[in-house]
């Protein structure tokens, strides 16, 4: 089993910033990917980021690229997301996963593995 555990979540204004950790425990795999989903009430959950088991490729969804960056750090049990020029539809619970036969990235049914999720809120 896999145990991750988000946090770095909180009150943010309009343009402000916050960096999410991830962190990974439990059983190890030689590929992966680790990736950010978030949610708002009444959505679906939506790709945010995603970045390869070695650091090699890092993907984003056109609503945050430019805007957010995922890394990951400390022998592949950290992964973060630094978030910048916040805005107000950032607003969601975030949620960090883990796939472990990576294929399509930026699918959430495709991952094995999720935290209990931050919550993120981005004030006009």
């Known amino acids: 089993q896999v145990q991750l555990v988000e946090a770095g979540g909180g009150l943010v204004q309009d343009g402000g910033s916050l960096r999410l950790s991830c962190a990974a425990s439990?059983?190890?795999?030689?590929?992966?990917?680790m990736g950010w989903f978030r949610q708002s009430p009444g959505k679906e959950r939506e790709f945010v980021a995603a970045?390869?088991?070695?650091?090699?490729?890092?993907y984003y969804s056109d609503s945050v690229k430019g805007r957010f960056t995922i890394s990951r750090a400390n022998a592949r049990t950290m992964v973060y997301l630094q978030m910048n020029r916040l805005k107000p539809e950032d607003t969601a619970i975030y949620y960090c996963?883990?796939?472990?036969?990576?294929?399509?990235?930026?699918?959430?049914?495709?991952?094995?593995?999720w935290g209990r999720g931050t919550q993120v809120t981005v004030s006009s």
């Open positions: 439990g059983r190890t795999f030689s590929t992966y990917v």
């Open positions: 970045i390869t088991w070695n650091g090699d490729a890092a």
């Open positions: 996963a883990l796939d472990r036969t990576p294929i399509e990235y930026n699918i959430a049914q495709n991952y094995d593995y």
